[in-house]
């Protein structure tokens, strides 16, 4: 294809024309006369002004479009606008075109077609500072037609005028067809269009091919001075490889991940300050714990102590009892020996005198002695009668007020009927028939008449009949038992009622303990687990789940946990413990060992690669923990919230708000009272106001329970204090008592004794031998009171150490006492087992020693307090805000103040820790796994397999440009060029690097650059890299990584010239490159770039035009001429260049068409313009120019002969 024709609307300084060109065309004219414009409007035709393309006015080594140094560069809108030198020809907004016409030359099957370009610019002023911007740009192919001026400039009645760039496509359509009009919004896709045209395609070409075509076509046309083989090869002949995006990417991604990693560091340093912070809260709760128990076992240990004592003087004081009662009996037993003295006496006596008389008085004395001891005993029962029945008549009246109460006959039916009140009146008014002054009975001289006594005795005995039928009542056997014995029944059940209500009065108050505790009550197989798998697996930290859930919406809270159920209660651990976690709880002794353990990295797993639906109830919800989250998306993320029961009853597993649920083809009610709500603070205050009404319905059952069980106990105990009465039997004993007493009194009375005395010398014997056991008596009284002074101290002693006892009792109370108010503090202090502990401790106990311990437990507790301290403090120093921890004022007291406050520092801390260890730095590590993933794939793909892989296509893109110069042959010599290459050292273990990365077959699928097992080079050259992406003066860095990324310069490069039967030459030794020795060879290579580029190789239909800015400016004559030859004849291309009007005179006769441009001053102001650009357009006859140039060189020989001449004539 050749470009016939090609259109300039508004472009520089040009005018509006159109162009026809032949095989070789000439640019011609004075510095500055717009030249190199038209040939940038044919540049940007070809490159679409694409980024990294196009290059404006190449000649003048503008290679970049970016300023440098204030300077300005050519842009596509200042061309529109008509700039020159910083003014411009067209102030008001403009719309440009360019439109350049192909046709396929001999041979080719392509058709004609028109590539336009479009563009709107206006002036953007700021101050004095004036921009053209580009407004708009369009891109066209009009496939089958030429378009021309006419196209583009219309007239009408008003004038000449050109199209607005809006009405260009609705016109085009309108004159051809929408068929052939083909618009473009992107430069890249009319590029790919333009270069398929090019190649008679139909279609687009690929965009590497299109990019690669418009650089060749932009390269050969700007100028750059050879400098070096090796450059020239690198600049000039290998596509440059733009890696510096990926490059940036990769260190910024780098650089992100080493940054995670200092972050990940530092939150596995705070975790593990906060796993120390908490020991030690830990160890300080641990340690005041053992300090108050310690302090309840000495207490406990000085009540024991105390209580020996008093047993020991218990014993002492029955020893001394003992000790007096055989005293007493000794001296009862001189008393017997006297009475036989007496009686010896008295026979003697009787002896002496022979009186029948005496030993009448003796008998009846005896008797009368019998009677009066008699008369004692039966006083002494009778006493304890009279006092049995005022018992049992005090106990009855306290009965008869119990009964009497309606409440009490309701709970007690067997009590409620006539027969009770009845009886239990009768008792209580029998007091008005006892006995007054019971006690004159057993008196010598009692005066009192039998006959009164006789009428008393019937009324005692209707008293007695009562108070009988009183306890048969109560203890006679029926067909149920005794009353008595249903009465101890009932107390048991309302025993085993009271005591069931203390137990869940007391459960309730743990349960309110640990939920102001901010704590949630297990139920206990998941505590007891807990326990066991903390025991056995001291690094597994277990958890329960409903710790770390919170539910977002109140209004779902019932619904959600009530279906979960007990799956709340499920225990997370490490992952690494999770199978010896199982192990604990199946080892577990008994039945109970049904606690859950999560599977935390097979969740996390099937987690990563499931989709929650948008109603799922996981979004209702809020994690203070990473295993929970995913246990629960992995579980239940399926589970959706659905706003009615019909929408319910078509959704696989799904809740209502309500409380409705369904899954496993089946509907129920899953809703849950507030008591026992466990997901989040919200929740646990709606828990414990729950928890507290209960505790006042229970604390009400409680007192009823104990009130009727304190009534019901007490009347048992008031039954069980009745007694049988023999109160008559024991009245008419003594009656008969005194009868006979009166009797013998009589008989005595009657008996006279004055008439006999003998005997008086044996009686004065006995009498002596009576005062000697007097005198033993006396002893022993002495005796027998010093053992009463003894049991007198004895009694004082116990009595003081009653007292103590009841003071260690208090003190015992309060040590108790303050265990339970640690309990209610720290709820995971068991009181009832370390009660029962110290107890057994207390036995044993070396109260000097455990005084020592103490001591010990006191610093210990001290140092904990200054430790946690410490390293809560060094915490907050490098933490975030939101998870600084206060540490409580410390007054200097270790009480139960502070204990409360390390209570709650020691949950302050363990909820930081659980964020930071289980949130966050399980976010951090998948975020960093993840990122370490995409800066693998950036590195390997990106950046190895990149420069990998432009290694191997600028190898072939060598070899292929050798092959295509074994068919240049240039010169009579038929010179031709090939390229060779060797490694340069240093990239050489970086290209085996890449080599190596890109052919390791697990990287990317099974590990990463960061786990990946390389040889001890390539692990060199990555750390290197790692290096430089990761060095703080980013500059420096880039351009080590940037010359690094560029695959041209892995390799040395050399052109040889050959030319039959010579050596080749390099040539990079050829010349210096100041002269034209290497700007053949340049083009040769170029030429052979350009039509490797253009794809000669393939189809017939091809892209056969170049344009050359400057061209030859370092070549003679001759050789350029050879040159423009080998271009035009030997490859067949049509040629656009550009020379300056001194310098072309040579080529006339080779020339085709020739453009000369003449810039003028102009008459008129044109924008901001004094001047004005000409264009001479002209059609050379190359025969008729051919002549006049060999006479003109004839001419300028025959001259310079006649010079040579004269100059030796004259010599």
């Known amino acids: 294809m050749f470009l016939k024709q090609f259109v300039y609307i508004n472009w520089g300084n040009i005018p509006n024309l159109e162009f026809d060109f032949g095989p070789v065309n000439l640019f011609s004219g004075g510095n500055g006369s717009g030249k190199t414009t038209a040939a940038d409007a044919i540049q940007t035709v070809m ?16 290679t970049t479009q970016r300023g440098r140094g204030g300077k300005r560069v050519r842009t596509l809108s200042s061309y529109v606008l008509g700039c020159d030198d910083g003014s411009y020809a067209r102030l008001d907004p403009t719309d440009g075109y360019l439109a350049a016409v192909f046709h396929p030359t001999q041979g080719e099957g392509g058709e004609p077609f028109t590539a336009v370009i479009a563009v709107r610019a206006y002036l953007d002023t700021t101050g004095s500072n004036t921009v053209a911007r580009q407004d708009d740009a369009q891109f066209f192919i009009i496939t089958g037609e030429s378009l021309g001026l006419s196209h583009f400039v219309r007239e009408d009645s008003a004038g000449r005028f050109v199209v607005p760039l809006p009405d260009l496509q609705t016109l085009l359509i309108a004159e051809f067809g929408k068929r052939r009009i083909e618009k473009y919004e992107t430069k890249k896709a009319y590029l790919r269009r333009l270069y398929g045209a090019l190649r008679g395609k139909s279609d687009a070409v690929a965009e590497a091919e299109a990019i690669a075509a418009a650089r060749a076509f932009s390269r050969f046309m700007s100028y750059k001075p050879i400098k070096g083989i090796n450059r020239f090869v690198a600049d000039e002949i290998l596509e440059q490889k733009d890696l510096g995006e990926a490059v940036r990417s990769v260190s910024s991604q780098l650089k992100t991940i080493h940054g995670m990693e200092r972050d990940a560091a530092n939150l596995v340093e705070s975790i593990e300050i906060l796993q120390r912070a908490k020991g030690h809260t830990q160890h300080y709760i641990e340690q005041w714990s053992e300090l108050n128990v310690l302090d309840y076992t000495l ?19 029955q020893t001394q009892q003992q000790t007096q009662r055989e005293t007493e009996g000794e001296i009862a037993a001189i008393v017997v020996q006297s009475e036989q003295l007496h009686d010896q006496l008295i026979s003697l006596e009787a002896q002496r005198q022979g009186i029948e008389a005496l030993r009448e008085k003796d008998t009846l004395e005896r008797e009368r002695s019998q009677l009066d001891t008699q008369l004692v005993q039966q006083a002494k029962q009778l006493l304890a009668q009279d006092q049995i029945v005022s018992e049992n008549i005090q106990v009855s009246r306290e009965m008869s007020e119990l009964l009497a109460t309606q409440q009490f006959k309701a709970d007690l039916p067997l009590l409620n009927h006539l027969e009770v009140d009845a009886l239990v009146k009768e008792v209580v008014a029998s007091e008005r028939a006892m006995i007054p002054e019971l006690h004159n009975l057993v008196q010598r001289d009692f005066s009192g008449e039998i006959p009164a006594l006789s009428r008393g005795l019937e009324q005692i005995q209707s008293v007695q009949q009562v108070h009988n ?15 008595r014995n249903q009465l101890a029944a009932t107390q048991h059940a309302r025993r085993s009622r009271y005591q069931q209500l203390t137990d869940q009065r007391r459960h309730k108050q743990q349960e309110i303990e640990r939920l102001n505790a901010n704590q949630v009550t297990y139920p206990p197989f998941v505590e007891r687990a807990v326990k066991v798998i903390a025991q056995q697996c001291p690094g597994a930290d277990p958890r329960v789940l409903c710790d770390h859930v919170e539910v977002k919406d109140p209004r779902w809270q019932s619904a959600i946990e009530g279906y979960l159920g007990g799956a709340r209660y499920a225990i997370l651990v490490e992952a690494e413990y999770e199978a010896a976690a199982i192990r604990a709880v199946r080892g577990m002794a008994g039945r109970d060992n049904r606690a859950r353990v999560i599977q935390g990295d097979k969740a996390a797993k099937d987690t990563a690669r499931s989709e929650l639906h948008p109603d799922s109830i996981i979004h209702a919800l809020e994690f203070t923990h990473a295993v929970a989250k995913a246990y629960l998306t992995a579980s239940y993320g399926s589970v959706l919230r659905v706003g009615s029961a019909e929408t319910l009853r078509m959704t696989r597993r799904g809740i209502t708000e309500d409380g409705m649920a369904s899954g496993g083809y089946s509907m129920w009610r899953c809703d849950l009272a507030d008591a026992d709500l466990v997901f989040g603070v919200a929740a646990r205050e709606r828990a414990l106001h729950a928890k507290l009404e209960e505790l006042s319905l229970i604390e009400v059952e409680w007192n009823q329970a104990n009130d009727q069980l304190q009534q019901i106990t007490y009347l ?9 009465s023999c109160y008559a039997e024991g009245l008419k004993h003594v009656m008969d008592t005194h009868l006979q007493i009166h009797r013998v009194d009589s008989l005595l009375k009657q008996l006279d004794l004055n008439e006999h005395q ?15 056991l007097e005198e033993q008596k006396g002893l022993l009284n002495q005796k027998l009171g010093e053992t009463r002074s003894s049991l007198e101290v004895i009694h004082k002693q116990l009595k003081a150490l009653s007292d103590l006892q009841e003071q260690n009792q208090s003190r015992l109370e309060e040590r108790e006492a303050a265990l339970n108010e640690l309990a209610a503090v720290w709820p995971e202090f068991n009181t009832e087992s370390r009660l029962q502990i110290a107890d057994e401790e207390a036995r044993d106990l070396d109260i000097q020693i455990a005084k020592n311990f103490r001591h010990e437990l006191e610093r210990n507790l001290h140092a904990a307090e200054r430790r946690a301290e410490e390293e809560v403090k060094a915490h907050n120093q490098h933490c975030r805000p939101a998870d600084t921890i206060i540490y409580p004022s410390f007054s200097g007291d270790y009480d139960a103040a502070l204990f409360r406050q390390i209570c709650l520092l020691q949950r302050d801390i363990d909820r930081v820790y659980n964020i930071l260890k289980n949130n966050i730095l399980v976010e951090k590590h998948q975020q960093l796994n993840e990122l370490k993933g995409a800066f693998n794939n950036a590195f390997v793909t990106h950046l190895c397999h990149t420069i990998h892989q432009a ?12 092959r295509e110069l074994q068919h240049h042959h240039f010169g009579a010599d038929r010179e031709t060029f090939r390229f060779d290459s060797d490694w340069i050292p240093e990239y050489r273990d970086y290209a085996r690097f890449f080599q190596e990365v890109v052919k390791n077959p697990v990287l990317t699928d099974e590990a990463t650059l960061f786990e990946v097992e390389l040889s001890a080079k390539s692990r060199k050259v990555l750390d290197e890299l790692m290096a430089m992406l990761l060095h703080e003066d980013e500059q420096h860095a880039m351009r080590d990584l940037e010359r690094i990324a560029d ?4 390799r040395r490069y050399e052109i040889y010239k050959e030319v039959e039967g010579k050596e080749p030459i390099p040539l990079s030794e050829y010349g210096t490159g100041s002269g034209g020795q290497l700007e053949t060879p340049a083009y040769i290579i170029r030429s052979a770039a350009i039509t490797s580029a253009f794809r000669f190789a393939e189809g017939n239909t091809h892209l056969r035009m170049v344009l050359v800015d400057e061209a030859f400016s370092k070549m003679d004559e001759t050789r350029s001429r050879e040159v423009i030859s080998y271009l035009t004849e030997r490859l067949g291309l049509q040629l656009l260049f550009i020379m300056p009007t001194s310098k072309c005179g040579p080529f006339m006769d080779l020339i085709s068409h020739e453009f000369v441009f003449a810039k003028v001053p102009s008459p008129q102001l044109r924008g901001q313009l004094h001047t004005r650009v000409l264009v001479d357009r002209k059609q050379c006859n190359q025969e008729r120019i051919k002549t006049l140039w060999a006479n003109h060189r004839r001419n300028v020989f025959h001259q310079a002969e006649l010079d040579f001449m004269e100059e030796f004539a004259v010599s």
Do not use: C, M
Not at 469 to 483: C, I, K, L, N
Not at 951 to 962: A, F, P, V, W
Not at 1047 to 1050: A, G, H, M, P
């Open 951 to 962: 290694l191997n296509d600028g190898k072939r893109q060598i070899e292929q440009l050798n």
């Open 299 to 317: 207490a406990q240990a000085e009540y024991l102590l105390r209580q020996d004592d008093y047993l020991r003087g218990k014993r002492e004081q």
């Open 716 to 724: 048992l105990q008031s039954v069980d204090r009745l007694k049988e």
């Open 758 to 772: 003998d005997l008086e010398a044996q009686l004065q014997q006995l009498k002596q031998e009576q005062r000697g």
């Open 469 to 483: 039928r009183w306890h048969a009542f109560w203890h006679t056997q029926g067909d149920e038992g005794s009353v």
């Open 47 to 62: 490159t679409a002004a694409h980024e990294n393309l196009f290059q404006y006015n190449p000649g003048q080594d503008e």
């Open 1047 to 1050: 695959y041209r310069n892995y």
